[in-house]
């Protein structure tokens, strides 16, 4: 009687290869996971900066209107006096004061932020504290130079904050 040497070989070796396709299957989900988080975060991202984007340029707007018409137009709250020791956008807590920044309206609840974004201006009085490109210009008066900080906040779900900051000279 002939017996068969090969009677268990396949088994193995399907299950082998089955494995071998479950691994393969494994990583593959891992990997779209993966992206899909990396797609989500760069999109509450992108949300979050476009909503720092629009305070930035609502709150210059404010400001030119503040400075050309100051006896028609009220700014709430005033611009700070910028310190020539503390910058005041670096202290947190003037983040949440009603005094020291404001709030801008309408963007929390179209963008499904968080919090609302917020705007802090300061008068420059120190030509010290000026970007260099705005210091080659000492010879020439700066009637208001003003530094306009904007802080936004992601959506709920992320703890996203991104801070914009521009200096304008009116």
């Given at each position: 009687m002939v017996r068969n040497h090969q009677a268990g070989v396949t088994l193995i070796i399907v299950l082998i290869v089955l494995v071998i396709i479950s691994l393969l299957g494994i990583t593959t989900i891992k990997s779209a996971t993966m992206n899909e988080k990396m797609a989500g975060n760069l999109s509450m991202q992108l949300t979050t900066f476009h909503a720092a984007e629009q305070a930035l340029r609502y709150c210059e707007q404010t400001v030119q209107?503040?400075?050309?018409?100051?006896d028609r137009y009220r700014m709430d709250p005033a611009p700070l006096e910028a310190d020539e020791n503390t910058n005041n956008f670096e202290v947190d807590a003037n983040w949440s004061d009603d005094q020291k920044s404001m709030v801008i309206t309408g963007l929390k609840e179209s963008l499904h932020l968080s919090k609302a974004p917020r705007?802090?201006?300061e008068l420059i009085n120190d030509r010290t504290q000026l970007p260099e490109i705005s210091r080659?210009?000492?010879d020439k008066p700066l009637i208001y130079p003003f530094r306009i900080t904007v802080?936004?906040?992601?959506?709920?779900?992320?703890?996203?904050v991104i801070s914009l900051q521009s200096y304008l000279r009116i």
């Open positions: 209107a503040y400075a050309q018409y100051p705007c802090m201006v080659s210009y000492e802080r936004a906040y992601g959506p709920a779900s992320t703890d996203s």
